[in-house]
């Protein structure tokens, strides 16, 4: 207890609004209201629509090195922080993964886009994977990403944030120096975060209601959701994953391919949980090529890349 106490009193400012993502940059931040959620969105580029969908903890931040080169490929690019991430709401609830995929289709919905290819990180990944079982018709394609659904190794942080009445004093662990030890385990090559990058991810977590709304998702998320239901997906599906993930480790896209009914398994040497941002020009060459030539041939291979 006077550990975590200590650590109040650490927390760090976070950067000023008009630094946020994508601050900076030709994207430009729109928000809209979503199945009663303020949504923080980026709709960018013109052509077939991809959504990007983060991964816990995260927001829409995560995609920076993939939304301008889909957009200028010729895709519509609609990326944006989920609820109770990023800078949306942070309800207490409405964090259950058919509350999740409702929503996405709620903002897609608004934004006039009828079907689209679902590339979904980590949290995302599942999000993705139960909008397809959901309305597969609305699906063009699927790209999983070090997903969740069959289950994660939590970091030690996290697991604390589960832990009843003691999870309530992570408000006062996710301070800066919190943020910077957890992007850690997310790489396999740490010296690649830079103090922009914790910057950046650390701002959201400290805005009022993230703790409670952490919870939220920890309380009603299923992170193993897909247990037993991946061969009803029928959509082509490109499984991408970092070899060194520490989080949720390479057998499990392994294990999803084989319980998918058309899917395809890219492994990155080197590359640890948060793939599109340790190793972004392989990441964005093969999501590109998926996007343009559709699966590998045949569906089971498996490629490594450098």
Not at 119 to 132: L, Y
Not at 276 to 288: G, H, I, S
Request: glycine share 12%; proline share 7%; aromatic share 8%.
């Amino acid at each position: 207890m006077a550990i975590a106490v200590g650590l109040v009193g650490c927390r760090s400012a976070p950067i000023p609004e008009w630094q946020r993502f994508p601050a900076g940059t030709a994207l430009v931040p729109r928000y809209m209201m979503v199945d009663g959620s303020r949504i923080r969105y980026v709709d960018a580029g013109q052509g077939p629509a991809v959504v990007l969908i983060h991964g816990l903890a995260a927001s829409l931040y995560s995609w920076r090195h993939t939304m301008v080169p889909l957009a200028q490929a010729g895709f519509r690019v609609i990326a944006f922080d989920n609820r109770g991430f990023g800078f949306s709401d942070k309800p207490a609830q409405g964090h259950s993964n058919a509350a999740y995929a409702g929503l996405l289709f709620g903002l897609l919905d608004s934004l006039g886009v009828t079907d689209a290819v679902f590339v979904g990180h980590s949290m995302g990944g599942a999000i993705a994977a139960e909008a397809v079982l959901t309305r597969p018709e609305r699906a063009r394609g699927l790209v999983l990403v070090d997903a969740a659904g069959l289950g994660v190794r939590w970091p030690f942080m996290l697991r604390v944030a589960r832990w009843p009445i003691v999870g309530v004093l992570f408000d006062g662990l996710r301070g800066r120096a919190a943020t910077a030890r957890i992007l850690k385990v997310l790489y396999a090559d740490p010296s690649r975060i830079t103090s922009q990058d914790v910057d950046q991810y650390y701002a959201p977590l400290a805005e009022p209601g993230f703790g409670r709304s952490l919870r939220g998702v920890l309380r009603e998320f299923r992170f193993d959701g897909l247990q037993g239901r991946l061969g009803q997906v029928q959509t082509p599906t490109l499984v991408m994953w970092g070899a060194q993930d520490r989080l949720i480790p390479a057998t499990v896209g392994q294990a999803m391919v084989s319980g998918l009914g058309h899917a395809a398994l890219v492994r990155f040497a080197g590359v640890g949980h948060a793939l599109p941002e340790e190793a972004p020009d392989a990441f964005n060459r093969t999501l590109l090529t998926f996007l343009e030539q559709g699966l590998p041939s045949p569906p089971q291979n498996v490629a490594r890349l450098p």
